[in-house]
């Protein structure tokens, strides 16, 4: 049973570029929400994707924006990068568990570069 | 949304008990309380979740006291390979709920 799946593990992009980021969820989870960590710090909440739309987001301009497909798979998508949006992206999925509390579990990440 | 307070940093030697206590007095009713162990680079790892009392997996225990205004999370016999940054987050199940402090550092000596 494969766990959290991200790709690319690595990326290099300049500022002003565009970047996709893929995170492919656990078996059986159909919520998908995406984190950034900068280096030395907690991951911040970016957005939550559930029955492919976005169903909460965290304090992020709309520069940041996402997509969930049918089989639950899911892009983060940045654009007009900024050196400041280099980081490490975590993608955490979870069942959709109602009146409980569901457990994320997180992928390895993707590391961005901004120069 | 209930804030926490973890120490930044401890140490301690292997093959021993580590208890790591966060604070949480703003926690609400409906919020449970989840650790994570994360290494460099690396996604979080859950480790151990809990509402009340005292909870034991197979890598560590969470008591929870009766007010819930905080909770420790308890690693038996550490290793070095339990050097990591250690997580408390309280909140319900949205991510909108789940923020992450900047964590307490674990350093396991030899």
């Known amino acids: 049973d494969a766990g959290v799946t991200q790709s690319p593990t690595h990326l290099i992009k300049t500022r002003g570029q565009q970047v996709t980021l893929r995170c492919s969820p656990k078996?059986?989870?159909?919520?998908v929400s995406w984190y950034q960590q900068a280096l030395g710090q907690g991951p911040q909440f970016i957005f939550q994707y559930y029955e492919e739309e976005e169903r909460q987001r965290g304090n992020f301009p709309d520069r940041f924006s996402g997509h969930q497909f049918p089989n639950y798979s899911s892009e983060l998508n940045v654009n007009a990068l900024l050196l400041g949006d280099s980081a490490l992206y975590l993608c955490?999925?979870?069942?959709?568990?109602?009146?409980?509390?569901?457990?994320?579990?997180f992928g390895p990440g993707t590391r961005l570069l901004v120069l | 949304l209930a804030k926490t307070t973890q120490p930044i940093s401890m140490d301690s030697y292997e093959g021993q008990e580590v208890n790591i206590t966060c604070s949480h007095n703003?926690?609400?009713?409906?919020?449970?309380i989840t650790w994570y162990q994360q290494f460099p680079s690396q996604g979080p790892r859950f480790i151990i979740q809990g509402y009340k009392t005292k909870v034991t997996n197979e890598v560590a225990s969470l008591f929870i006291p009766a007010d819930r205004k905080s909770s420790t999370l308890s690693l038996p016999r550490v290793s070095l390979s339990d050097t990591a940054v250690y997580y408390c987050?309280?909140?319900?199940?949205?991510?909108?709920?789940?923020?992450f402090g900047p964590g307490t550092r674990l350093s396991v000596l030899p």
């Open positions: 703003n926690i609400a009713t409906n919020d449970y």
């Open positions: 987050l309280v909140g319900e199940n949205y991510g909108q709920n789940f923020v």
């Open positions: 078996s059986g989870h159909d919520t």
């Open positions: 955490a999925s979870s069942p959709d568990v109602q009146g409980g509390q569901e457990t994320q579990y």
